[in-house]
């Protein structure tokens, strides 16, 4: 911030708060030493989430942390979101698999192509229990279950017996 952002800061913040120090040259000064790389625009909103919660005259120390936290929350943000991108990139492990077989199995809990995290592993799951054969339906490798009357399972994606199979192949 410059000198004119924070005289308009404090100009503002002096309508809520009648103890916000007077925009003089001395204290200009302070402040813009003490709050030259924060962006105006973060100084303001510093401001109102100070007056939302404190009676306190707010301190150029709290604008300084809010800027501090919102630095630091989209740092943890953009890290999260490159551990994810990397999950993505890499080729589906063992583990992957195993868990997608456990996600494929509590059939209920499917919420098909919403978390693409587990959509490539549950693509995994599948080639995974149709490599086996089913001892429960007799469906053959590649084929998929079915149960009474030929038809195709709708509660779970494979039998259960087929699914621990498949489990068990990937250890
Ligand atoms: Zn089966």
Do not use: F
Not at 35 to 63: F, K, S
Not at 66 to 75: G, P, S
């Amino acid at each position: 911030m410059n000198r004119a952002e924070v005289a308009t800061l404090l100009g503002a913040a002096s309508a809520v708060d009648p103890k916000v120090p007077h925009p003089d040259p001395d204290v200009l000064t302070m402040w813009v030493g003490i709050l030259d790389d924060v962006p105006a625009d973060v100084a303001g909103a510093a401001v109102r989430a100070h007056y939302r919660h404190n009676d306190e005259t707010v301190m150029p120390a709290d604008i300084v942390e809010y800027w501090r936290t919102i630095r630091r929350d989209a740092a943890e943000r953009e890290h999260n979101a490159q551990l994810r991108a990397r999950a993505i990139e890499r080729p589906p492990n063992l583990r992957a698999i195993r868990d997608g077989i456990a996600r494929v199995a509590a059939a209920l809990a499917i919420t098909r192509g919403v978390d693409p995290e587990y959509a490539e592993a549950e693509v995994e799951a599948r080639r995974a229990y149709l490599a086996v054969a089913c001892t429960w339906c007799k469906a053959r490798p590649g084929s998929p279950c079915t149960g009474p009357g030929g038809k195709p399972l709708t509660k779970q994606p494979a039998h259960d017996a087929r699914l621990a199979d498949a489990l068990a192949s990937t250890r």
